[in-house]
């Protein structure tokens, strides 16, 4: 081969080497894309602390500001394990930046009124210690029976009174804030929800009474985690935080009692919250 051939092939050899190079980076920076939600209920004990969890170069408190906490299905069938998330949040001072969102009356298609919240008055009054505290109570549906939102106009409206004179009666009034069993909702239903002027969370957007949208992130990423994954999903969670930051997106982190209290969940919360929100109180 002659020397301009051999020079041409080197050529040739340095720009595919540097190619691949540049590939394998776009391929290790793409960004993540969530996976869908689904799922139900498990439960364990909580581990005392997280092992082997800590934060890397990536993975410091930054400045950004403190995403808020979302606890679904406030029921006193969880009790227990709502004492238990409860204690973590407690530990990074979040009790005002935590809402909980209650079922006035949970799976009435099971257990009729048992797990009503006028048949356990001292579930009631911790959810009112826990206000006094700075923790937010709100309206997660009536029964929480399966799709129970995905519903006409009226069947929406009559759930939507009895949720909210029942929660009256016990103390809690002034509720702003209704999250959808299972994030089902039609035109109509959603139409009953914003007449009772509540805004309505849902997984990308908060819909206001007035029908406006505003962009939000609120994710849930312990669902029926092992251990073994904290680390995952922990690095997803903080990827996902820092870039919803970077484009002033606000950032909302959704956790099921009995979900989060199984295998890694409640490391997985308290390793994120010692990163975000920094030292235990």
Known sequence: M???????????????????????????????????????????????????????????KTPNERPLILVHDVTPYYFDDIRQIIAVLDEYNCSNRTVLFVIPVFDTTHYGDEWSLRNHPDFVNYLHELQRRGYRVELHGYGHTYHEFNCSYETANEKLDNATALMSSLGFSNLTLFLPPAWALNNESLRAVLEHNLT???????????????????????????????????SVALHDYRKASEDGIPFYLSVHPGVVNYGGGLDFLRAFLRIICGQKS
């Open 2 to 60: 002659n020397p301009l051939g051999t020079r041409h092939l080197a050529l040739m050899l340095i720009t595919l080497t540097i190619l691949a190079v540049v590939a394998g980076s776009v391929t290790r920076d793409a960004p993540y894309t969530p996976p869908r939600d689904g799922g139900f209920f498990h439960r364990t004990d909580q581990n005392e602390s997280a092992p082997g969890i800590t934060a890397g170069r990536e993975e410091r």
């Open 200 to 234: 309505v969370v849902m997984p990308n957007w908060l819909i206001l009474p007035n029908g406006i949208k505003k962009r939000i992130w609120n994710r849930e990423y312990t669902w029926y985690i092992g251990e073994d994954q904290v680390a995952g999903r922990l």
